[in-house]
């Protein structure tokens, strides 16, 4: 199965990178542009018998090392070899 | 007193703590690289400064899962004295052992710079030695300083009295224009509830002599000493 696993900054966690982003949208003429927010994006394959073992697997990774739980929420989608996208995975708000 | 310094792939603050603790200090260091088991007997482990894993993915975060970590968490719980000094604070904070954690510079820049720091808690193995409100004059040299915690866990931070350092302007005051790197409430240092883990951005290694600018850093090693050295006296 390959996986897409989206790290994003928690609300309130300071992004300067973002920031910095959108001020250059701004100066680019897209005056339009708020809430800039810069995450991470990763792709993976994993060999799993099941939908939800994959999904164990993925959020334990998640937890362990791929995201800071501290100042990171993420989300993953798991396509599956029919490349359908099913959106998987769990948002921790605090 | 027995002191461990580890080096991570990347590290590069290590010989420089190394040197400060052996040369300027007269003490027994060791250094210990991450890919073995801790092994042996110290009072005092470092995680020292530099670009563990080069950085990848975030700081700190995969030095927390190299081999000696293991000994070094069990040895953090069970009480023993551990310093991590910027990228060792990111390591501690990436392990759990220190609250919060350190993201990119407010100003994005890279800050390579003397700052003034406010002792504000003096009841710490790191601290004893210095006056509550004094002020040390130490480097920094970092890109991901900002100290973030989410507003309970700053409470709670406050209310156990575990921020140690603040940066400051000459006079003593945490001022936002002297904070480097955008870290919350000027807070540069923090220790754990049980105040044995010790993690802080400035390097006081980099000021142990006066050929340095600086001899401010030698009164955290100092007050380690002196705290142990204390501590054997008691077990006598």
């Known amino acids: 199965m390959r996986i897409k696993i989206f790290i994003s900054l928690k609300n309130g966690v300071l992004d300067p990178q973002g920031k910095a982003i959108e001020r250059s ?61 099913e959106v998987g995975g769990q948002r921790s708000e605090n | ?19 400060c603790l052996k040369r300027e200090m007269g003490q027994k260091v060791k250094r210990l690289w991450h890919k073995d088991a801790l092994a042996g007997q110290f ?13 990848y993915l975030r700081c700190g975060a995969m030095a927390r899962f190299s081999p000696i970590m293991h000994g070094v ?3 953090a719980r069970s009480g023993g004295l551990v310093l991590g000094i910027c990228n060792g604070f990111q390591i501690l904070c990436e392990a759990g052992l220190l609250p919060g954690a350190l993201v990119r510079n407010v100003g994005l820049q ?31 040299k970092h890109g991901e300083g900002c100290y973030y915690a989410d507003a309970l866990t700053l409470e709670r931070l406050r209310k156990n009295r575990q921020i140690l350092l603040r940066y400051v302007d000459p006079k003593g005051k945490p001022l936002p224009s002297v904070n480097p790197n ?9 220790c754990n509830e049980a105040r044995n883990i010790f993690g802080l951005m400035p390097h006081p290694e980099d000021a142990c002599s006066k050929l340095l600018g600086s001899e401010d850093g030698l009164r955290i090693f100092s007050s380690i000493a002196a705290h142990h050295g204390a501590g054997e006296k008691r077990h006598a």
């Open chain 2, 1 to 19: 007193m027995r002191w461990g310094v580890i080096v991570f792939p990347g590290s590069c603050d290590d010989q420089d703590v190394f040197n």
């Open chain 2, 110 to 140: 890279f800050v390579c710079q003397q700052v003034y720091l406010r002792v504000e808690e003096t009841d710490t193995a790191f601290t004893r030695g210095i006056g509550k409100g004094q002020l040390l004059r130490l480097p920094i």
């Open chain 2, 43 to 55: 009072d005092c482990l470092i995680l020292p400064g530099g670009f563990s894993y080069g950085d």
């Open chain 2, 182 to 190: 955008g870290s919350l409430e000027n807070i540069a240092g923090v």
């Open chain 2, 73 to 75: 968490v069990k040895f």
């Open chain 1, 25 to 85: 949208l701004h100066t680019l003429g897209y005056g339009e542009v708020q809430g800039v927010r810069m995450g991470k994006y990763l792709e993976l394959d994993i060999d799993a018998p099941s939908r939800a073992a994959a999904e164990r697997r993925i959020r334990e990774m998640c937890d362990k090392l791929l995201a800071n739980p501290v100042i990171e929420d993420y989300r993953f989608e798991i396509q599956q070899e029919s490349q359908k996208s």
